[in-house]
C-alpha cells in the first residue's frame, strides 16, 4: 500500500513539475511593459488638480507635482522623446498631509504655474523662471492670506490663453467656492470674489473645474445640497441654461446659480 502512494505521489510531484515547465506556446506570450517611476514616494488626494500635465512645446514632457512623506513638495517631469525623468525640491518640509499636494498650470509660453495652500491657509503661486523648466522659480506670490479650507483646500488654476488670463478657484476657510484672477503673469490678483452657492456647507464640499484652456471654463460646485453649476466665457458667468449672470461678478441671489443636482435625488 505504501508503495502505491509512493508511486501516486512521485507521479503528482513529476506532473506538476512537467505542467510548470515553459513549454512553446509560452515562450509566445509578450512580456509586460516596463514604466519608468516618477516618483517613488509621492502622494496625493483627490481634491485640488489639474496634478500632471502633457505640454508639447521644444520637448514632450509630462510635468507632475507631488507631495512626499517628509512633507516635501516635489515638481518632476518625463520626457517622452528620451525616456528620462527629473525632479526638484520645491518646498523643503512643508506639511505631512497629501491635503497639500499642489496643483499646476501651463501658460501659453511654457512656463509652470503651481499653486500650494499652506499650513497657515495661504495660497502661494510659484512660477517657473523659463519656459519647459522645473530648476529655476521666481520668489513664491501669495495670492490669498489664511483664506483656505483645512479640510481641503481645493485649489483648481486655469489659464484661458485667448485672455492670456489666470484663474484661480477654490474653497475659502468657511467652505464657500472662491475665485481670483491675473492679467499679469501672476504677479498681481484680484481680491477674492465669492460664489453664492447652496450655504449648507459640509466636509463634502468640493470644487470640479474644467477647461478648454482658450476661452471656456466649467465650474462644478457641490455640497450638502446637491451641486450647483457654472460656466465662464468672455467675461461673462452662464448658468447652465444659458443664462448671463454678470460680466466678470457673480449676483448675491444663490437661486440664481443653477441646481445642477440635489442631494436628495438618487438618480
Known sequence: MRQILAIILLFC?????????????????PGGEAFQSLAFDGSWNRFSSPKAIYYDG?????????????GDILIGYYDHDNVKTQTHLLIDRLQKDDRFNPAMVMDQSGKLRVFISTQSGDIQLYSAKLAEDITSWEAPVTIAAGKTWQDHPDLHPVYL??????????????????????????????????????????????????SNRINLIHLAFSSGAGVNYLSYQGGYFYTVNKQRLGSNSLPDNQGMISMAHTGTDNQ
Open 58 to 70: 521644444k520637448f514632450k514632457r509630462t510635468y507632475a507635482g507631488w507631495v512626499d512623506n517628509h
Open 13 to 29: 510531484i513529476l506532473f506538476n513539475v512537467q505542467a510548470q515547465s515553459p513549454g512553446k506556446a509560452n515562450n509566445k506570450i
Open 161 to 210: 490663453s485667448e485672455e492670456n488670463k489666470l484663474y484661480l478657484f477654490w474653497l475659502d476657510e468657511g467652505g464657500i467656492p472662491t475665485y481670483s484672477s491675473s492679467d499679469s503673469d501672476g504677479r498681481n490678483w484680484t481680491a477674492e470674489r465669492k460664489i453664492p452657492v447652496a450655504s449648507d456647507i459640509s466636509s463634502n464640499a468640493s470644487i470640479n473645474v474644467k
